[in-house]
């Protein structure tokens, strides 16, 4: 199949925007609980939709009498944070139009973002980021003004905005249109400076509408559905969740520390959340590191997980023929289930029923083992470029290894080259200050071009395989993605991150970075000294003998010549502080080949 869609179920009005949702619910559900905020004691305090309406009216009258005016650019520095949500819908609400910026972004970042998108002004998190403008303060001379969300410091521009009539506020509020501009998010990219992306209040409404109005209605349960956030905000898979869960009643959390997830996760009790891959492969290591430390309840695990997955398939095979998971293998499931899973479910939660992934793909074997442990992921596909979501799994039809069939009002295309097309009412007009950028991303019958390559089967169910610009060629000729190998070797819970290389060389080799977290354990079962370094662990016989076997899976998914036949441990981890990961954890291929080229020499010679 090269081309599958699905009719639109929601369409948006040409008036609409998306600062009405927070009158509207006011007006109609004022008592109901829109978001759960962390109170001075540790715990959730509940924030009805009135409650919410009440603080998001007087800080938008702070930016009107500050200035702003309908259309400007402000920008937003900070983690995940409540504080985040009521600053995006004051924005929308006086008329403007907020940008996000990493809270991790360098100097030269925060500067760029700023002065591109010709921000009148600014909000950030903390004195430190605060330093970070200043420090770029005097080339900016289109940024006239600062808030900082720390130590109360809003309250100023609540004052300021006192003056300000309710009349004068709504004719605000509607001033902005369906297709006016809403936000401009800056692709992080893995080359090269970020380009803006233009969406419209049209484009996140039609996304946000149509994912949780028919794809994941179950998973956006009206009154009982909740998640909470701890991805980036910044980033359109987090924004395009805050927008759904406002939109659809779900109620709606925040937590900056992705350190802390499990404990917050078990205070909070969602019923579904969403993360990258990564996220997912880190659960399920640790459940299996923890299990490891006893060689009984390390056999336990591996059956449990062997179960888990063997369940899923056998559910995939029911909804197929009909026929139901065999005694045996249900009565092992329900022992287990007990055992194992139970535990799993309990400690993010226990009340966690779906979870939506994005950014990467997953991997069947995760996959079907968090289906077989009570916690069932939607694999889902899409970009900035597409307000996020463009195709996402059902739960009423999940085909674990894609990434679903197109959301409603959407369409996927496969081109020639096998690069896939992307086209509905979620789609960008395009680049920021642009025109060739957005040239490039979209053909002319509006087609977005996403630089992946993948196919269709003959559902409609999209396969991602690789990236167009990632395509490795051997000095041999052959053809190699590197997803394909990289996502089966991080899958090995030492395993932080793998960069495939091989362009123009002989054959195909890997760099290997270490999860320090996972590492003591490790150290502890094949008695090395706990003081041991990962620099003094890099060449160490064990160490590299539990790699191998993460190489030989990856490698039983390719042919002899796309194999990974050498590999090199890196003393450090490539993060987003270093440069090697953009904030959504892509690989930067282009710093790490630089700043790695000894390294890269060294598997050849």
């Known amino acids: 199949m090269r081309e599958y869609s699905t009719p639109a179920l929601v369409e948006i009005p040409a008036t609409e925007n998306l600062a009405h949702v927070v009158f509207r619910r006011a007006t109609e559900e004022p008592d109901a609980v829109m978001m759960r905020r962390r109170a001075e004691d540790g715990g959730w305090q509940d924030v009805t939709c009135r409650q919410f309406n009440d603080q998001v009216v007087p800080l938008a009258k702070g930016l009107i009498a500050a200035g702003i005016g309908p259309g400007d ?3 937003i520095m900070s983690r995940t944070r409540y504080e985040w949500t009521l600053i995006d819908y004051a924005i929308w609400t006086a008329g403007a139009v907020p940008v996000p910026i990493y809270e991790s972004s360098s100097a030269e970042q925060v500067e760029w973002i700023v002065s591109n998108s010709a921000a009148r002004g600014v909000f950030v998190e903390t004195e430190a980021h605060e330093k970070v403008i200043d420090s770029v303060r005097d080339r900016l001379p289109g940024l006239e003004m600062s808030w900082r969300i720390d130590g109360d ?3 100023a521009l609540v004052a300021q905005g006192a003056g300000v009539s309710d009349e004068h506020l709504r ?9 006016d501009l809403a936000t401009i998010i800056y692709t992080s990219g893995t080359t090269g400076r970020p380009k803006g992306c233009e969406l419209t209040h049209s484009n996140l409404l039609f996304d946000a509408r149509n994912a949780t109005a028919g794809a994941l209605r179950e998973v956006f349960d009206v009154g009982h559905g909740s998640t909470l956030l701890f991805l980036p905000l910044a980033h359109s898979f987090a924004r395009i969740i805050q927008v759904g869960c406002i ?6 959390g925040h937590t900056p520390n992705i350190s802390n997830l499990v404990p917050d996760l078990a205070s ?5 959340m ?3 891959p990564r996220v997912f492969e880190k659960i399920y290591n640790g459940a299996q ?3 490891a430390a006893s060689p009984v309840k390390s056999r336990i695990f591996a059956a449990a997980a062997e179960t888990a997955v063997a369940y899923s398939r056998a559910l995939d095979v029911a909804a197929r023929t009909g026929q139901r998971p065999g005694l045996g293998l249900s009565a092992r499931h329900a022992l287990f289930d007990r055992l194992v899973y139970a535990k799993l479910r309990q400690a993010i939660g226990g009340r966690v029923q779906w979870a939506i992934s994005g950014g990467a793909m997953l991997g069947e074997r995760l996959g079907h083992f968090f289906r077989g442990a009570g916690i069932t992921i939607l694999e889902g596909y899409g970009m900035t470029e597409t307000s996020a979501a463009a195709t996402v799994n059902l ?23 096998g690069e896939v097309l992307l086209k509905g009412g979620m789609t960008t007009p395009g680049y920021w200050r642009n025109e060739t950028a957005t040239a490039d991303l979209l053909d002319g019958d509006g087609w977005v071009r996403t630089g992946d390559l993948g196919s269709l089967d003959d559902e409609g169910f999209l396969s991602i395989t690789g990236r167009k610009k990632e395509l490795i060629v051997t000095a041999g000729g052959k053809n190699v993605q590197p997803a394909v190998l990289e996502d089966r070797i991080r899958a090995h819970p030492l395993v932080s991150q793998t960069m495939v290389i091989g362009d123009d060389r002989p054959y195909v080799a890997a760099l290997i970075t270490l999860d320090e977290e996972m590492l003591p354990r490790w150290k502890e079962q094949h008695g090395k000294p706990a003081s041991a370094t990962v620099a003094d662990l890099a060449r160490d016989p064990d160490l590299l003998a539990d790699l191998q076997t993460a190489v030989d899976e990856a490698n039983l998914a390719v042919s002899k010549a796309e194999s990974v036949r050498r590999f090199r441990v890196l003393e450090t981890d490539f993060t987003e502080a270093g440069g090697q990961l953009t904030p959504s954890f892509k690989i930067r291929r282009s710093v790490v080949a630089k700043e790695r080229a000894t390294d890269i020499t060294a598997l050849y010679s």
Request: proline share 7%; charged share 20%; aromatic share 4%.
């Open 153 to 155: 410091r809003l309250a």
């Open 73 to 75: 650019r402000v920008c």
């Open 171 to 179: 004719s605000r509020r509607v001033s902005a249109t369906a297709g």
């Open 289 to 291: 590191q923890q299990a």
């Open 247 to 252: 939109e659809s009643g779900v109620v709606l």
């Open 274 to 276: 969403l993360a990258v």
């Open 268 to 272: 909070f009790q969602p019923t579904f």
């Open 395 to 417: 739960p009423s039809r999940n085909k674990i290894g894609t990434a679903g069939r197109p959301i409603p009002g959407a369409g996927v295309r496969i081109a020639d080259d």
